[in-house]
């Protein structure tokens, strides 16, 4: 994990000397006696703090298990990582949202345990803030961001450790910081609001009432405890007065200097759920919990009082309103009221607009799926969170200006046929949306997600008339209905699924086992051998479960709109499409007062990468068997995986800021850099749209964890993002930092680009049983559709060809190395192209191999993909691979050596990496054959490739071949050429954008 400076060069020290050094390392020296007695209260909680976390430190280093150390550990957050679902967007409900004045910023919290900060209005992801959590603690579902978008404020949770169970945690906004932590409160924090100027933060409470945060002073400057409920709402005047809202029915007033100077409980006497003030501080919306009734006179669900004696003013429109508010806004002029939640109309979530500040009539504008939990107003219109998850950005009738939701399959309703499994559980047929929309067959052992597909074999979950009977008296022992139901196919054993837990129980109702899991149990089925119990779960999963003790082996999460997909087990070996690998990583705790870190699954790549393992579990049916099994057949030795000796750098651009405006052809960046304890730093590389910018830094010798650096780097003159990484010993690299630059300065002439392409076609192979019949005429073919493009895309092509006897391991050594000297700048392109055999290693270590290979000297005779990467990834320019390199594998097999198929979605996942930014396409996923075929007179690949490039890939009438445009054209074309049984793979760096590859007169 990752340590403060001390740690770097402290690591021997003694626990006492290591607190010491915790309070030289920060702001605060190390205090004496004399000292203490002459700090402030808040001074003290702060150096407690910081000596807190340099226990929890101490602790993890030493790695011994002496009491102190055991002791220190419990003070603690959560130290081990965290494996978590990361998919650019909230996985769960969005509870909170934040804007700034101007409207240009909104800060989103979420059940998921993150924070994240948008720009607005187009909802681009800024930064994503993670203060630190656990298995059973974590903030983030409440949120504030202050007037100036300069601080963003987070609940935090820490129940279940040995602190006290409220936090506040305060980010800078413009660099993702963790500024200031404020604890420890009596109860978590359920509501945040700053004052107008932001120098005040008011924090309501679970239990214990009201406490206001100097911004300033980082410190509590006021509380008031005597509250009999939980605080559910605060809201500032423009003069500074502070008004709140308890569950125990009491709205409160406070002066501009917070003492209490009112009082009143609320005029229906029922319990409130949230508040809002209008603009000018005048009036006060109230909103009461409904449940699923409608308003009536004794609970109207909306109220509004006047702020100068809390009198009752009076009730909105809600006729017909069922289900009630748990969000209520005025908009920005006072001159509308604004309500939504649980309130459900045609199928969505509207929000309700009342005019005439809430006492003219009211209209109602869809927005939602799910309930809505909060609306603040932003501009004209309002910002919106909801529980899909979405947030949206309204105009000022409620009409949505931007939506962005969640890519978690829905879960919904996942019964009978929405939700059928293979006897083995190899294969599960879901639908992505609820119930069975939208159907999509995954198939483990082919290592596929088919939108539309179906298998022989498949069943829903068997229900017979004993099922339901359980199913209906299933209430009178639990207390609440099951979601859903499936019987073991010998009948001994139910398996239902309801809200956090799943549960077996034999045919008399006597529990077996039950498991808490991560959301709602929409479905379950048992696999017809009897082994399996799958479950879909709320948070997108769906799990695998061993039927006879409930022990979770599998997760596999799928990104509705594009369909990657990540399966892994409880120790993070994963198998995931192109891509897919990203949608999962590791969450790492610093301490209390850090901003945790988060590394994506790909880092730990050379570790966790285990397909073999994957398709391993379920035969043996327990992960450490798994592992034995597949290191015994790649012949591993068994290490057990740790992310904590294998953490990368990590560094941030402090300027500078993202989205500035550039206007010369070098810039300075001034960065900072952290590195975990023991490992050296390399360099630094800069990057413009994921391509090499200039030679980077190397030799750099950081001094802690503040360090600022800075580095020249030339830039284009367009817009383009540049991202830094830090590179340490034995290739460790750090997630890319990146900002987005706008070009200012004066335009200039684009030239076109010039291409070098290596073409490399191999039929002909030395060793016997390799031999192709088509491979060297598609490098012909490909090259000839290449030099078309001269004069038109690309004002020079320029083509080297090796195919057959030509394309030895020397020649294609020597061919990579003509790329390298030729395509030197950042106009040039680059492309490789091998049509022939690909094969990997039990060990799963890739190849594409050449004429003169020896299948049993691989290592020296091979082409080993690193060889490719170090010889593509230090070129300007934007490069592209071409393989149609994953043929039938008996010829693989008979030649020796162990061979098998090309693991092609690893080696694409490694290619789009950010040490090498390549884009790539290939022939086949690598559970597939790549064919060729006379009649074709080309591989299925090459053939739709060449006819794309000559133009197939457009509608009539358009000029440039986007790589996407590419991309569609080989899935429909190599799709009805194989009948489906080919499915061509594009993948490359997730920032970068498609690109023009061809130009069609």
């Known amino acids: 994990m990752a340590f403060p400076r001390i740690s770097l060069k402290f690591t021997r020290l003694s626990l006492a000397t290591a607190l010491c050094m915790s309070a030289l390392a920060s702001s605060t ?18 150096l407690q703090q910081r000596l807190a976390d340099a226990k929890c430190y101490a602790g993890a280093i030493d790695g011994t298990a002496s009491p102190a150390t055991e002791a220190a550990i419990k003070a603690c957050p959560e130290m081990d990582p965290i494996l978590s679902i990361e998919t650019g967007m909230h996985t769960h409900s969005i ?42 603690f974590g903030p983030g579902h409440v949120v504030a961001l202050s007037p100036d978008g300069r601080l963003v404020a987070v609940s935090g949770d820490a129940r279940g450790s040995s602190e006290r169970p409220g936090h506040v945690y305060l980010f800078d906004a413009a660099t993702g ?47 008031d405890r005597d509250y009999g409920g939980t605080g559910s709402g605060a809201a500032f005047a423009p003069d500074g007065r502070l008004f709140t809202l308890a569950s125990d029915r009491f709205i409160r007033a ?26 000018i501080g005048q ?112 105009d000022r009738d409620g009409k949505p200006r931007l939506s962005k939701s969640g890519v978690n399959v829905a879960m919904g309703s996942k019964r009978g046929e929405a939700f059928q499994v293979s006897r083995d559980g190899r294969q599960v047929r879901f639908g992505l949306g609820v119930g069975n929309a939208s159907p999509a067959l995954f198939d483990l052992a082919g290592a596929t997600l088919t939108k539309d597909g179906t298998a022989p074999g498949l069943a829903a979950a068997k229900i017979d008339s004993a099922a339901v009977t359980m199913e209906k008296g299933y209430p009178k022992l639990f207390g609440n209905a099951p979601l859903s139901i499936a019987i073991a ?49 709320g948070d997108g999963t769906i799990r695998w479960h061993r039927l006879s003790d409930g022990q979770e082996l599998l997760t596999l999460f799928v990104n509705k709109d594009d369909l990657r997909w990540v399966a892994w087990t409880p120790s993070g070996y994963y198998l995931a499409s192109p891509g897919g690998e990203n949608l999962i990583g590791w969450h790492v705790n610093r301490g209390w007062d850090k901003a945790a870190d988060f590394f994506p699954a790909a880092r730990f790549r050379d570790q966790f990468y285990r397909p073999d393992i994957i398709q391993a579990l379920l035969e043996t049916l327990d992960e450490d068997k798994a592992i034995e099994q597949a290191n015994a057949v790649a012949k591993r ?93 034995a290739g460790v690299a750090s997630e890319p930092a990146s900002i987005r630059l706008r070009w200012g300065g004066s335009k200039v002439q684009a030239q076109l680009p010039t291409l070098y392409a290596l073409v490399i076609g191999i039929s002909k192979y030395a060793a016997p049983g390799l031999s192709l019949n088509l491979a060297a005429k598609d490098a012909d073919d490909f090259a000839a559709v290449l030099m078309t493009q001269q004069g038109a895309f690309y004002q020079k092509v320029v083509v080297k060809k090796l195919t057959n006897e030509e394309a030895t391991e020397r020649n294609i050594r020597l061919g990579l190395e003509w790329l390298k000297d030729n395509a030197k700048t950042r106009e040039d392109r680059a492309i490789l192209f091998f049509s022939g055999h690909g094969a990997s290693t039990p060990a799963l270590t890739s190849y594409l191999l050449p004429q003169d290979v020896d299948p049993n000297k691989l290592i020296a005779t091979g082409l080993d993909k690193s060889l490719i990467f170090n010889a593509l990834r230090g070129l300007p320019g934007k490069v592209m691979v071409f393989l149609d390199a994953c043929h039938a594998a008996a010829g693989l097999e008979a030649a020796g050596g162990g061979l098998r198929r090309l693991d092609t979605v690893g080696l694409v996942n490694e290619l789009a990496d950010a040490q090498n930014g390549i884009v790539s396409f290939v022939s086949s996923q690598g559970s597939e054959v790549s064919y060729e075929n006379a009649e074709w007179n080309n591989g299925a690949f090459t053939k739709a490739l060449v006819d794309g490039l000559s133009g197939k890939a457009i509608e009539a009438g358009e000029h440039e071949i986007l790589t996407i445009d590419l991309y569609r054209w080989l899935l429909k074309r190599v799709g009805s050429l194989t009948d489906k049984r080919q499915t061509p793979i594009m993948h490359g760096p997730p920032s970068l954008a498609p690109f023009p590859v061809a130009l069609v007169k």
């Open 283 to 394: 009036q006060l919306a109230v909103n009461f919990d409904l449940g699923q009734a409608e308003p009536s006179a004794q609970n109207p669900g909306l109220e509004v009082y006047k702020t100068s004696d809390l009198s009752f003013a009076f009730a909105p429109d809600v006729t017909g309103i069922k289900g009630g508010f748990g969000a209520v806004t005025w908009s920005s002029d006072g001159q509308q009221l604004v309500g939504g939640g649980q309130y459900q109309k045609l199928g969505r979530m509207p929000v309700v607009l009342w005019h005439a500040g809430g006492q003219g009539p009211r209209h109602e504008q869809a927005v939602a799926q799910n309930t809505i939990f909060h609306i603040l107003p932003c501009g004209a219109g309002f910002a919106v969170g909801a529980s899909d998850p979405l947030f949206a950005l309204l």
């Open 29 to 46: 020296p190390a205090a004496s006696a004399a000292d203490l007695r002459t700090m402030s209260a808040a001074d003290i909680r702060g």
């Open 489 to 537: 196919p010998d009948g001994a054993r139910f398996v239902l699924g309801e809200r956090w837990l799943l549960h077996a129980l034999d045919a008399q109702g006597k529990e077996q086992w039950r498991k808490l899991v991560p959301g709602h149990a929409w479905g379950v089925n048992v696999t017809a051998d009897g082994r399996l119990v799958l479950a879909a779960y």
């Open 95 to 136: 509870s909170r949202v934040g804007v700034d004045r101007e409207c240009r910023l909104l800060a989103t919290g979420s059940y998921d345990k993150t924070v994240r900060l948008w720009s607005l209005p187009e909802g681009r992801l800024l930064r994503t803030l993670r203060p630190p959590i656990g298995p059973k």
């Open 254 to 279: 406070y002066d501009a200097g917070f003492r209490l100077v009112g009082k009143v409980q609320t005029h229906s006497g029922q319990r409130p759920t949230s508040m809002a003030l209008d603009p």
């Open 177 to 223: 910081a963790l500024k200031a932590r404020v604890a420890s409160f009596e109860s978590v924090v359920y509501h945040l609001t700053f004052s107008p100027d932001g120098r005040f933060l008011a924090a309501m409470l679970e239990a214990k009432g009201l406490r206001v945060i100097d911004t300033e002073r980082m410190s509590e400057v006021a509380a």
């Open 637 to 729: 030795k068994r290490e057990a995986a740790s992310v904590t000796k294998g953490l990368p750098p990590v560094i941030t651009i402090l300027s500078p800021a993202d989205g500035a405006e550039v206007k010369s052809s070098e810039i300075t960046v001034e960065y900072t850099m952290r590195l975990p304890p023991g490992l050296a730093i390399i360099g630094v590389r800069a990057t413009i749209d994921d391509r090499p910018a200039g030679e980077g830094q190397k030799g750099l010798v950081p001094v802690g964890d503040d360090s600022r650096l800075t580095l020249r780097v030339p830039v284009p003159p367009r817009d383009a993002i540049l991202s830094l990484i830090a590179v340490a010993e």
